[in-house]
């Protein structure tokens, strides 16, 4: 977890960004055919970039799916907590094929703050002040981003959706695993 220090994202966490995202995309290309050869229909979205950069909002939310299929719940950090933490990569891929209810999660809160509890090391965390107990400034972590691949990823090669920080995602009791039961 080499992204835990500075105020700028590592560049490794930049690189293991585009290589998790293209990783997600093609297992789900590969799931989709799968899929439709035995006859099913499926719809995959891209694991990252689908989102509307005036509002600032996804156009399809994998978080979203994942929260009302049972995988994980939202943090305070207005990221994802799963069984495996907040630190991950999602993509979507949804089919007509029946596979059965199996959740992963069906406790209500997996965030410390959300169950009352004491923590907030997100907020500290964000170089920028973006975060609060309230939500997130879309505009400023954005900027951010965008700040963050021009002075860092850019020079480096990678691609112009490396959009990375994760300031509030690493060296958090969330981060690596749930800090709560999951049921």
Not at 137 to 158: F, Q, S, W
């Amino acid at each position: 977890m080499d992204n835990t220090g500075g105020k700028r994202p590592s560049l490794s966490w930049g690189r293991a960004y585009t290589s998790t995202n293209d990783m997600i995309n093609r297992a789900g290309s590969a799931m989709k055919v799968m899929i439709e050869d035995t006859g099913g229909k499926a719809v995959l979205t891209p694991a990252t970039h689908n989102f509307d950069k005036e509002r600032l909002v996804s156009l399809w939310s994998h978080k979203h799916l994942g929260h009302l299929i049972g995988l994980g719940r939202y943090g305070t950090n207005c990221q994802f907590i799963t069984p495996a933490g907040c630190s991950g990569r999602m993509g979507s891929l949804v089919t007509d094929l029946d596979l059965g209810g199996h959740p992963l999660v069906t406790a209500d809160e997996l965030c410390l703050v959300k169950a009352g509890k004491k923590c907030g090391k997100y907020i500290k965390a964000c170089p920028i002040d973006a975060l609060s107990e309230d939500g997130m400034d879309r505009t400023a972590c954005y900027a951010r981003l965008r700040e963050n691949y021009h002075l860092l990823m850019a020079p480096d090669g990678l691609p112009d959706t490396t959009d990375v920080c994760a300031k509030c995602q690493v060296g958090m009791p969330c981060s690596m695993k749930s800090p709560l039961p999951l049921d």
